[in-house]
C-alpha cells in the first residue's frame, strides 16, 4: 500500500532563511508526487507535481522540489522564506491505475511559520 | 473561469440530523474526488466519481455516508444520521482525467455536529 510520511508536524524559520519540508513516500510502482499549500480556512493551493521526466521540478512561489527515487523523498524547498509563506504544506502521492485512479494519499501535513 | 465551488461553506447539525454537501466542479472536469480533513490530520480520501458513477468508494464508511454525480447539477455529498465524530472538513476535487491530472480543490465545507 502507499504512504506519505512528512517528517515534521511543524516547522518555524526566520524570514530569508532556507525552507526544507520533507516528504518521505512508499510505493511499489513509480508513483506521481504532488506538494499542495493550504492556507488557515482555505482550500489546498498545487505547488507543484512530478509525473515523468526532470526530477527537479519547478513549482509557483519560489518553491521546487526534487524527486529522488533511490531515497524514495520528494522535499520541498525555497531559498528564502517569506512571511506569506506561513501555511500548511502537504506533501501527496497517486499511484495512478487500477483502484486507485488517481486518488491522491496525504501525509498529514507541516505547519510553517515564518518570524520576521 | 470558475474554481472549484463548494457550498455551505459553514453547516452546523445535531446528532441524528442529515447534512448534504454540494460540490460543483470546474467547468470542462469530469472528475469529482471527496476528502475529509479531520483535526491535525492530512486529507483522507472518501470517493471518486464522474458523471452518473462512482468509480471508486473504498474510503467511505459502508454506513450513513453516500455520494453521487448526476448529469446535471453538482456532486452531492450525504451523510445521514450526523455524529459528532463527522464533524470535519469535507474538500472536493475535480479534475479533466486521472492518473497525472491536477485535481483543484474546492475551499471546504466545514461539518460541526453539536
Known amino acids: 500500500a502507499q504512504s506519505v510520511t512528512q517528517l515534521g508536524s511543524h516547522l518555524s524559520v526566520s524570514e530569508g532563511a532556507l525552507v526544507l519540508l520533507r516528504c518521505n513516500y512508499s510505493?511499489?510502482?513509480?508513483?506521481?508526487l504532488f506538494w499542495y499549500v493550504q492556507y488557515p480556512n482555505q482550500g489546498l493551493q498545487l505547488l507543484l507535481k512530478?509525473?515523468?521526466?526532470?526530477?527537479l521540478v519547478k513549482g509557483i512561489n519560489g518553491f521546487e522540489a526534487e524527486f529522488k527515487k533511490s531515497e524514495t523523498s520528494f522535499h520541498l524547498t525555497k531559498p528564502s522564506a517569506h512571511m506569506s509563506d506561513a501555511a500548511e504544506y502537504f506533501c501527496?502521492?497517486?499511484?495512478?491505475?487500477?483502484?486507485?485512479?488517481?486518488?491522491?494519499?496525504f501525509g498529514k501535513g507541516t505547519k510553517l511559520s515564518v518570524k520576521p | 473561469n470558475a474554481g472549484v465551488m463548494q457550498n455551505p461553506r459553514h453547516l452546523v447539525r445535531r446528532r441524528g440530523q442529515e447534512a448534504r454537501l454540494r460540490c460543483s466542479p470546474m467547468?470542462?472536469?469530469?472528475?469529482v474526488y471527496w476528502y475529509r480533513q479531520l483535526p491535525e490530520e492530512g486529507l483522507k480520501f472518501m470517493v471518486y466519481l464522474q458523471k452518473e458513477n462512482i468509480i471508486d468508494e473504498s474510503g467511505m464508511p459502508k454506513e450513513r455516508f453516500s455520494a453521487e454525480f448526476p448529469k446535471e447539477g453538482p456532486s452531492i455529498l450525504r451523510i445521514q444520521q450526523v455524529v459528532r465524530g463527522d464533524s470535519a472538513a469535507y474538500f472536493c476535487?475535480?479534475?479533466?482525467?486521472?492518473?497525472?491530472?491536477?485535481?483543484?480543490f474546492g475551499p471546504g465545507t466545514r461539518l460541526l455536529v453539536l
Open positions: 510505493s511499489s510502482v513509480p508513483p506521481y
Open positions: 467547468k470542462g472536469h469530469s472528475h
Open positions: 512530478y509525473t515523468t521526466g526532470a526530477t
Open positions: 476535487a475535480s479534475s479533466r482525467g486521472t492518473v497525472q491530472e491536477t485535481q483543484y
Open positions: 501527496a502521492v497517486s499511484i495512478g491505475y487500477g483502484g486507485s485512479q488517481g486518488n491522491l494519499i
